[in-house]
């Protein structure tokens, strides 16, 4: 991945992982340095914000489920289970991804952890209102055009009260330092060249309000976050969860 590169647009090339013919161990390896990069760009506060701001819309449940889309190992849960915690809210986890290498990760990464449960999944094939609130963490970057708005239209239509979307914002100083530090961080192909590729895929404020007019979705809100990423909710108009 070159390190100079236009960034007015978002990148059309699609990323090593979006090969869903690669994988096995190598694979398994840059799940592992990915959890390196997201404490260090501290990729779990934009979702842990965007589902404190859905749950207290949706009246503060003592119960609360959710649905994290192409997680990965799913790793950014971690931020969620200890605010679970803190605000003494009994929560549950469903983790899917595509990949059986994501899913193994993520199996051995909560292993002693209950609220969190695993499944290979598509979100296009999940049954409506699945959860009560559908995440997604630097998962829809992978979409374009026509494709972005049916994976978020999906996402929606199986959370009961809204989706959370925790993405890259696509910048000259983020594109610089993650291109860095993944050559600081890893030998893995996976690493260098899709780590720089998700911030030239990822997103602008304009690129959100795109998203927003094509949703026809007046209620979606995105918010600018430290380290260069957004938290994006979209409410679906449910009733405030009486359990």
């Given at each position: 991945m070159s390190f100079f590169r236009t960034l007015s647009m978002r990148a059309q090339e699609d990323e090593l992982m979006d090969d869903f013919s690669m994988g096995g161990e190598e694979l398994s390896e840059a799940l592992k340095h990915l959890r390196r990069l997201n404490k260090i760009f501290a990729a779990p506060g934009p979702t842990r914000a965007g589902v404190e701001k859905l749950w207290r819309a949706m009246g503060s449940p003592g119960q609360l489920s959710v649905l994290d889309v192409g997680a990965g190992s799913g790793d950014v849960n971690q931020k969620l289970l200890e605010w679970a915690d803190q605000k003494g809210v009994e929560l549950s986890i469903m983790l899917i991804d595509l990949t059986e290498e994501a899913c193994e990760e993520a199996r051995q990464l909560f292993r002693n952890e209950p609220r969190i449960q695993v499944q290979r999944a598509d979100v296009r094939e999940l049954k409506s209102a699945a959860a009560d609130i559908?995440?997604?963490s630097q998962f829809v970057h992978h979409f374009d055009g026509q494709q972005l708005v049916d994976i978020v239209s999906h996402m929606l239509r199986a959370s009961r009260y809204g989706v959370v979307i925790n993405d890259i914002h696509r910048h000259p100083i983020s594109y610089t330092a993650v291109w860095l530090t993944t050559r600081m961080i890893s030998r893995n192909r996976y690493i260098r060249h899709d780590g720089?590729?998700?911030?030239?895929?990822?997103?602008?404020?304009?690129?959100?309000?795109?998203l927003k007019e094509k949703l026809n979705h007046d209620t979606m809100t995105y918010e600018w976050k430290p380290m260069f990423r957004y938290s994006v909710i979209i409410p679906n108009g449910g009733q405030p969860n009486a359990r």
């Amino acid at each position: 991945m070159s390190f100079f590169r236009t960034l007015s647009m978002r990148a059309q090339e699609d990323e090593l992982m979006d090969d869903f013919s690669m994988g096995g161990e190598e694979l398994s390896e840059a799940l592992k340095h990915l959890r390196r990069l997201n404490k260090i760009f501290a990729a779990p506060g934009p979702t842990r914000a965007g589902v404190e701001k859905l749950w207290r819309a949706m009246g503060s449940p003592g119960q609360l489920s959710v649905l994290d889309v192409g997680a990965g190992s799913g790793d950014v849960n971690q931020k969620l289970l200890e605010w679970a915690d803190q605000k003494g809210v009994e929560l549950s986890i469903m983790l899917i991804d595509l990949t059986e290498e994501a899913c193994e990760e993520a199996r051995q990464l909560f292993r002693n952890e209950p609220r969190i449960q695993v499944q290979r999944a598509d979100v296009r094939e999940l049954k409506s209102a699945a959860a009560d609130i559908v995440t997604g963490s630097q998962f829809v970057h992978h979409f374009d055009g026509q494709q972005l708005v049916d994976i978020v239209s999906h996402m929606l239509r199986a959370s009961r009260y809204g989706v959370v979307i925790n993405d890259i914002h696509r910048h000259p100083i983020s594109y610089t330092a993650v291109w860095l530090t993944t050559r600081m961080i890893s030998r893995n192909r996976y690493i260098r060249h899709d780590g720089p590729l998700s911030v030239a895929k990822g997103f602008t404020g304009e690129d959100w309000r795109e998203l927003k007019e094509k949703l026809n979705h007046d209620t979606m809100t995105y918010e600018w976050k430290p380290m260069f990423r957004y938290s994006v909710i979209i409410p679906n108009g449910g009733q405030p969860n009486a359990r």
